[in-house]
């Protein structure tokens, strides 16, 4: 089982919409998926037209497992669960803090039981770099962080790896893309060169800005559902692939 978080620092990045639509591929191409929705904005739970159940309780995500996997649901997809998020998700970090023993490691002993019946496991994670951030850090084997080319998101993504390098934390496990990408803007161009020449983890493959991208809310659907020859479709298509001959060959 592959462990893959989708994560930057930076929100409004194309993050959510890339997890979604990764899940959606990685099922489409013969996967057993569960997208884990951490965000306590629940929105990749939304595009699926999943919602978290009212007995679900966040104290069970890391002190009752088993209550917590009875939620787990699937999706109009085969092969694609999810494990919807609610609002109490925000005190994560307070729930994690009370952990005297390795806190920053909780996520990874709850998942773990959870390889007898996935292929692979995506987490859409909130933005910020706090304690739930570093157990996404030590939980997964991959961690695609969608940058746009511009100097703020290009500032996170360093944030990011000097964080890794002051907690000793595994960089190779980063692994950047361009996200809402727009190849006629000359800034965008500047910036996408510069940060090839200094990550050399960078997946090629960009996620364009496009209608189809952001109308994934109107039809509650990932992009290759309702629109499958549409750029932003083909692009995340090709990203997932790239993903597959990378970690799953």
């Known amino acids: 089982m592959k462990i ?7 929100g409004g990045v194309g993050k959510t919409a890339a997890a979604v639509n990764l899940a959606y591929e990685a099922s489409q191409a ?46 109009d997809y085969p092969l694609l669960d999810i494990l919807p998020a609610k609002l109490s998700y925000r ?22 039981p959870l390889k007898k019946y996935y292929d692979v496991i995506f987490l859409d994670c909130p933005p ?5 951030s570093e157990n996404v850090f030590h939980t997964a084997d991959i ?8 100097t703020l998101s290009e ?17 190779s496990k980063i692994h950047p893309f361009f996200s809402m990408a727009q190849a006629s803007k000359k800034l965008h161009q500047q ?9 050399n983890s960078i997946i090629s493959q960009s996620i364009p800005f496009c209608a189809e991208i952001e109308n994934m809310g109107i039809h ?23 993903i597959e001959s990378y970690y799953f060959t």
């Open 220 to 242: 509650q659907k990932p992009v290759a559902a309702f629109a499958p020859k549409k750029s932003g479709a083909i692009a995340y298509q090709t990203l997932w692939k790239k």
């Open 155 to 171: 500032r996170t993504l360093n944030q990011l790896v000097n964080f890794f390098q002051e907690k000793s934390l595994d960089k």
């Open 4 to 10: 893959i978080a989708v994560y930057s620092i930076k």
């Open 30 to 75: 013969g996967y057993q998926t569960l997208l884990c929705d951490l965000d306590p904005q629940g929105a990749s739970s939304f595009y699926f037209r999943v919602s978290a159940s009212k007995k679900q309780k966040s104290k069970w995500f890391f002190s009752q497992s088993y209550k917590l996997f009875q939620h787990i649901k699937a999706s």
């Open 128 to 132: 910020s770099i706090s304690l739930l």
């Open 91 to 112: 005190h994560f970090d307070i729930k994690l803090g009370a952990f005297k023993k390795s806190p920053q490691k909780q996520i990874a002993k709850l998942l773990k």
């Open 143 to 150: 961690i695609m962080v969608p940058v746009i080319p511009t």
């Open 191 to 199: 910036s996408e060169a510069r940060i090839k020449t200094r990550f």
